[in-house]
């Protein structure tokens, strides 16, 4: 699996979006980007996915660069509840095969959101 | 109950005990997952069971050993561990097949061996 680069750590003002970064510019073509969360003492949760196109639900935005060399994790209106670790993971379609679970978490991004 | 609980939350063992760690998914998925997450380390995958039948053991050493009874359970017993075997042990569950279905994980056993 391709690997990502995220900021150790990140900012947010509540009330503000928080846009949080990723570089994965060994990405295949047919690799998707993953973004997951950890809430301190929790599992980690799923937040959003893409292959090429920006996506977006209720949690999050996903864009994604035309090159697919990098994405951003767009949280519009940011809360208390978001300070978390985000994790950015690029990996193949989960929905088989060999490489289904086989997602290869980083360190990724602390996220912190102050009043 | 929903999602996928795990238990017990938190467990101390000395390195001659046995003990077993429960995960049970509520969601109907087919596919379960064993993951370690050691402090200051990134998630690592430990096992893959997909319909009952384990697809991945990511070497890990025998003194760990996972039982998938059906597609609902799953259990990671343990015997004479070691203390860097201290961690945060997570469950996780799939559906293989769904077009990308997002591993859904429970909140962990947090282990500690003395």
């Known amino acids: 699996d391709a690997k990502t680069t995220q900021p150790t750590s990140m900012d947010c003002a509540e009330g503000r979006a928080a846009n949080l970064p990723c570089n994965h510019s060994?990405?295949?073509?047919?690799?998707?980007v993953y973004w997951y969360r950890q809430i301190h003492s929790q599992g980690p949760q799923y937040i959003i996915h893409?292959?090429?196109n920006n996506e977006t639900n209720e949690m999050a935005s996903l864009i994604i660069t035309e090159d697919r060399k990098s994405s951003t994790l767009i949280l519009p209106h940011a809360t208390l509840r978001d300070t978390a670790v985000y994790y950015c993971?690029?990996?193949?379609?989960?929905?088989?095969?060999?490489?289904?679970?086989?997602?290869?978490f980083g360190q990724g991004t602390i996220l912190t959101v102050h009043p | 109950e929903t999602g996928v609980t795990q238990t017990p939350r938190h467990l101390v063992m000395g390195m001659t005990n046995k003990k077993s760690l429960k995960c049970e998914q509520h969601?109907?998925?087919?596919?379960m997952y064993w993951y370690k997450q050691s402090a200051k380390k990134p998630l690592e995958l430990m096992f893959v069971?997909?319909?009952?039948?384990?697809?991945e053991n990511n070497s890990v050493p025998s003194r760990f050993s996972p039982e998938c009874p059906n597609s609902s359970h799953l259990f990671l017993h343990l015997h004479t561990l070691q203390p860097e075997d201290s961690a945060l042990y997570l469950c996780?569950?799939?559906?293989?097949?769904?077009?990308?279905?997002?591993?859904?994980f429970g909140n962990g056993t947090r282990l500690t061996v003395t």
């Open positions: 996780a569950s799939s559906q293989v097949g769904a077009f990308n279905s997002p591993l859904h």
């Open positions: 060994t990405i295949s073509g047919n690799e998707y």
């Open positions: 893409g292959l090429k």
């Open positions: 993971i690029v990996g193949f379609s989960q929905a088989g095969g060999t490489s289904y679970g086989k997602l290869t």
């Open positions: 969601l109907g998925h087919n596919a």
């Open positions: 069971y997909n319909f009952k039948e384990q697809t």
